[in-house]
Every structure is written in C-alpha cells, then in structure tokens.
C-alpha cells in the first residue's frame, strides 16, 4: 500500500524539490501539494518540468489537508504554519517540517533569535531534530520532525566527531560558511536580485544569525557541555551549494591519518556522509542535486588547528533531501530510497 504524502509550499525551491524527489519514490504517492499563490493551477501548468510526471493541482493549505495525509511535509516560511501543526497531529498524519518553528527546544531562545512569540510552546518538547546521523532512533517513532536548516547540516556533520572527543578546544571553533542564492527562498529580494549578487561574494548575519542557536544546541548536546561557535555565513553567486570550512584548534598533538581514520569510524555506517581521501577537499560540484554531505580532512601544524571542509546542496542535504531520508526513517524503510544517486557534474 502506498504511502500518502502532502507537500504545503510546494512552489518554493524546497517544496520543488520534495516534488522532483518523491515523484520517483516507489512507496509514496503524492495526494496534495499547497500554494497560496498558485491555488487552482496544475503545477506541470506553472511547473512544465513536471508535465508527464503529475496531474497535482495547488490546493490552499488548511488543517484539513492532513486528514488525506501519512505524512505532511512543511516547506513553508517561518511561524507561517505553526499553529496548525497540534491540528495536524490530532489524526494520523506524522510531520516533518522544514521551518525553523520546531527545531530549538527552548521557547525562550527562539523567541531571542527569531524576535517573535512561539506560540506553540508546549509542542516543541513532541519534536524531534531529523538529522539522521545523530537522532535516528529518535526520528523512527516521531510525529514531528524539525527538519534542520541546511547551515547548521553542514557545520554539525563536521564538528560531530570531534565535539564528542577531549582532543579540542571547544571554545575556538569558527564555521565560516558559503551558500548558493537559492537558500535565500524564491521569494523575490533585492539582495539577490542578478544585478546585486552576481558577481559577488558577501557576509551578512555576522554574530547574529538565526542558525547559530541550532548549530549551538546540538553541538553541545554531543559535547555534554555549552559550546558557543562563531559562525560567518556568505552569500557566493550560484545557484545551489553549501560549502563550510570550520576550524578549531586542537589540544594535544594528531596526525592526520589518526584524525582521518576516526572521521570514517565515526560516520562508518552513514550512507550519505562521505569522508574524502586525505588532501581532498569538499567541493560544492561534487554534491549538487545529490543528498550527500562530503568532509574533508586538514590539520595545520602551524597553528596546531583541524581545518574541516563539509559540502552539501542545500536544497537537498540541507532540505529536502533530508526530509525525505527522514521519511524514510519514520516508516521503516531503507533510507537511501529515492536518494541513492550520485551529484551532478559539472
């Protein structure tokens, strides 16, 4: 019997890429896709990619969508759903949001970031942070899965395996990271407007940003201990790609290949974590459309600092991608389904 799926904001990148991954999916049908500004329209009509491929047409979100579904994906942007998500649980639909509604456990802290009330409070203790490689025993019986942010899945890959040892000095640690224009959403903004990012690489949310109590949250729970990161992210103008170079400083004397063979101990049994060979590093390219996260290795001498390279495409590994690993998780099926291909290249 074949799964039921929603998508709501199917007509963002994200919800696109739930579409292109879940059509090829041979457990699931999708029964639903939302669009508030394309309600009443076949998306292969405002899609053409998808003509031959569905004959979905865009429905408006309300609470009534999850009675059709098993699982409902949010692809949606922040707080827009978040007090429907308690209605959406009432039956037997399971969630996976892909906001940042439901990723922080503190209410108190979201509110400090986000600069707005949670007004669901009590629901953020039901969910569960869907990255696989650490909670996924958790995710294989959750209701709600905080799909997280494509930043803190690149940055919380590499410094895994090292917050877990005492070879580090973890109040060192900078992630500066680089992301593609489409992780900005399709909304249209003048910041990434062709004339304004072309041509151009820039910072922005410098010691501010909201990732930054994600990244922090988990890498201290791996850690047993409060972490603080300094964390740069830029904006490079591509299309898709996530590329984060991390540093931190080490504490007693390593040698790389002990550092590398601890890398593949640590992710030996995750498919879609790749660990490269010593003196190669992640490269965006490599990863495109593909749900892989690839780290590579460094260690300066100099400076006596590990130096972690982590490349994803944010609009898979750092998305949807992700979100459908984790359905996969939730209904006990091989997780690499309809995600076991390479990246394209170039």
Known sequence: MMVKVGIAGASGYTGLELVRLLIKHPEVEIVTVTSETYQGQKIADVFPSFSGFSGLEFVRLNPAIADECDILFLALPHTTAMNQVPDFLKGNCRVIDLSADFRLKSAKVFEAWYSTAHEQAETLSQAVYGLPEVHREAIRTARLVANPGCYPTSVILALAPLVTTDWVDFESIIADSKSGVSGAGRKPALGTQFAECNE?????????????????????????????????????????????????????????????????????????????????????????????????????????????TSAIDNLVKGAAGQAVQNMNIMLGIDEKTALDSPGLFP
Do not use: W
């Open 200 to 308: 151009a690489v820039s910072a922005y949310g410098l010691a501010t940003h909201r990732h930054t109590p994600e990244i922090e949250e988990e890498i201290s729970a791996l850690a047993g201990r409060n972490i603080h990161v300094t964390f740069s992210p830029h904006l490079i103008p591509m299309t898709r790609g996530m590329l984060s170079t991390i540093y931190i400083n080490l504490t007693r004397d390593m040698e790389l290949e002990a550092l590398g063979k601890h890398y593949r101990k640590f992710y030996k049994n995750e498919p879609f974590v790749r660990i490269l060979n010593l003196g190669t590093f992640a490269n965006t390219h490599h990863v495109m459309t593909s749900n892989y996260c690839d780290i590579g290795l460094q260690i300066d001498r100099r400076t006596r600092r590990i130096i972690v």
